[in-house]
């Protein structure tokens, strides 16, 4: 979980007033997700240290068998995916998105996807699955540069202001 800065608290007690209800209501459920998701991600990170170093050190694991590898790898990603969502829900709870961004959340599907063909196993999977994978995974990609394509010819673009001092 991301450690406030300093003054964090008290800029968001300073800014509270201002909200609408609906606003606090927002910085409240992603206050409470942040916490659950915290919380899920130590457990993990517990669970993940202590069967690799447990494995490791046992002779259980092997890190060159490729379903060990692809295995471990996989963990280390949901927990990084796990951290990306966290850190998302940051910007709400100090106010400074209203909402979660589409940009952030297409991009954390991507990283759930590239997870999921981290860990996949060519042979146990049929060509349509993996057909169906490489659309998404372009829908995905398409949409995100769509997004941003749009974003950075409004970043661009003259605003209204300096068209009518020109």
């Given at each position: 979980?991301?450690v406030?800065q300093?003054g964090?608290?008290?800029?968001?007690?300073?800014?509270?007033p201002m909200?609408s209800?609906?606003q606090r209501?927002?910085?409240?459920?992603?206050l409470?997700l942040?916490?659950?998701?915290?919380?899920?991600?130590?457990?993990a990170?517990?669970r993940?240290?202590y069967?690799?170093?447990?494995?490791?050190?046992g002779?259980i694991?092997?890190?060159?068998n490729?379903?060990a590898?692809q295995?471990?790898?996989?963990?280390i990603?949901?927990?990084l995916?796990?951290?990306?969502f966290n850190?998302?829900?940051?910007?709400?709870?100090r106010?400074?998105?209203?909402?979660?961004?589409?940009?952030v959340?297409?991009l954390?599907?991507l990283?759930?996807?590239a997870?999921?063909f981290?860990?996949?196993?060519?042979?146990?999977?049929?060509?349509?699955?993996?057909?169906?994978l490489?659309?998404?995974?372009?829908?995905l990609?398409?949409?995100?540069?769509?997004?941003r394509e749009?974003d950075?010819?409004?970043?661009?673009r003259?605003h209204?202001?300096?068209?009518e001092?020109?």
């Amino acid at each position: 979980m991301p450690v406030p800065q300093p003054g964090y608290w008290r800029q968001a007690r300073t800014a509270w007033p201002m909200l609408s209800y609906y606003q606090r209501f927002e910085a409240m459920v992603a206050l409470v997700l942040t916490a659950v998701i915290g919380l899920i991600i130590l457990v993990a990170l517990y669970r993940l240290t202590y069967g690799v170093l447990g494995g490791l050190l046992g002779g259980i694991l092997d890190p060159l068998n490729p379903r060990a590898f692809q295995y471990v790898f996989g963990e280390i990603m949901t927990l990084l995916i796990a951290l990306e969502f966290n850190h998302t829900l940051q910007y709400v709870i100090r106010g400074d998105q209203s909402i979660v961004q589409t940009k952030v959340v297409l991009l954390i599907a991507l990283l759930a996807v590239a997870r999921k063909f981290i860990v996949l196993d060519l042979m146990d999977n049929s060509v349509g699955h993996l057909f169906a994978l490489a659309a998404i995974t372009a829908a995905l990609g398409a949409a995100y540069w769509l997004m941003r394509e749009r974003d950075d010819r409004l970043l661009k673009r003259p605003h209204a202001a300096e068209v009518e001092e020109r």
